[in-house]
Each structure stands twice: as C-alpha cells, then as structure tokens.
C-alpha cells in the first residue's frame, strides 16, 4: 500500500511529493504539574497534561528532474510558517483531521537525495473528525432531548439554541449527565 497525506485537501502525491516516512508518535510528551513549596519535603502534584505532539514527514520527489525544483517549491509554499495551521488527513486514516503548524527546517537530504524533511507540531495534540451538526425543532414543552457521544474521551459540544418564533422562551434548561460504564 502506497501511502499519502493530503495537506489542506490537497493530496501531495498528486504534485510529486509521495509520503516516504511518518513520525507520528502514539502519545505527545507529558507536562508534569509540579510545585515545591520550600521548607517542605517532597511536591505538590497538580496531575499531568500533554504538551504539544510533534510530527516529522519526510517526503520522496518522485516527478522528473526538470519538475524537481516545482515540487520543492510547492513544498515550501504548502508548509510555509507564514500560512498558519494547516489540516493534515493521512490515507490510511480517513476521516481523521490533524491540524499542525511549520515547526522546523524544510530541508532536503545529501546532494543527489529525493528526500525532503518537513517538522510540524500539533499545538492540539489530538486528531478531529468530521464535523456531526444535528438540527431538530423542538415544537412543545417540556421536550427532552439525548445526545451521545460516541468518543472514549468526554469532549465539549456545541450546542445552539435559537428561537424562530415571535414568543419570548422563558425558563430554559440543559441537564448534563454523564452514565459511567
């Protein structure tokens, strides 16, 4: 299986550039959240956090010598740090979105190499999916209404709630509740 990453929705194998390696580590590095509190013994523990996750690229220029420079040049453009994030989707990961920012040195190997290095970093260590929007009407009260998650890590959504008609909603409530398996 040859493998791809799309870059904005761009694939990059379609410009000459074929994913040749993927860094991309299980878990990011973890923050520990430490105080000490001199003329005690030991630290106060604040638990843990990841920090951002890293993510190293290196791609083969697979086009012609004389469409070589374009396919750098498109690198460059694509990953330049001036773009801001860009959203990453692998094509043995479909539906999985990463967004990264340029965190390194586009650099190309030893005179003669096809391979170029690309460093992103993931301020946001964790992929997104597609975007689920649900929109119902509610047309008498009360009316309840479940949503659920379908993730292993509880997340924060979005709800919004609009008023189409012309009387004032009074005394509207949300209930969060979660059921622990």
Do not use: C
């Not at 539906?95 to 993931?122: C, F, H, N, Q």
């Not at 309840?144 to 909603?169: F, H, K, L, Y």
């Amino acid at each position: 299986m040859n493998y791809d990453v799309a870059v904005n929705g761009v694939w990059l194998s379609t410009q000459g550039a074929a994913l040749y390696e993927r860094k991309l580590p299980v878990l990011p590095e973890m923050d520990d959240n430490t105080v000490k509190i001199a003329g005690t013994d030991g630290v106060i523990d604040f638990g843990g956090s990841y920090s951002a996750r890293l993510l190293n690229l290196t791609f083969e220029i697979t086009v012609s010598g004389a469409d070589f420079h374009r396919t750098v040049a498109y690198l460059a453009r694509t990953f330049n740090a001036k773009r801001g994030e860009i959203t990453l989707e692998f094509s043995d990961m479909p539906g999985k979105y990463y967004r990264a920012i340029y965190a390194g040195t586009l650099a190309l190997g030893e005179t003669g190499s096809r391979l170029i290095d690309v460093s992103l970093r993931m301020n946001d260590p964790w992929p997104t999916g597609d975007e689920v929007v649900t929109e119902f009407m509610i047309t008498a009260s009360p009316t309840a209404v479940q949503i659920e998650s379908e993730a292993d890590v509880r997340a924060q959504p979005v709800i919004t709630v609009t008023n189409t008609g012309w009387n004032t909603v009074n005394g509207f409530t949300v209930t969060n509740e979660y059921e622990y398996q």
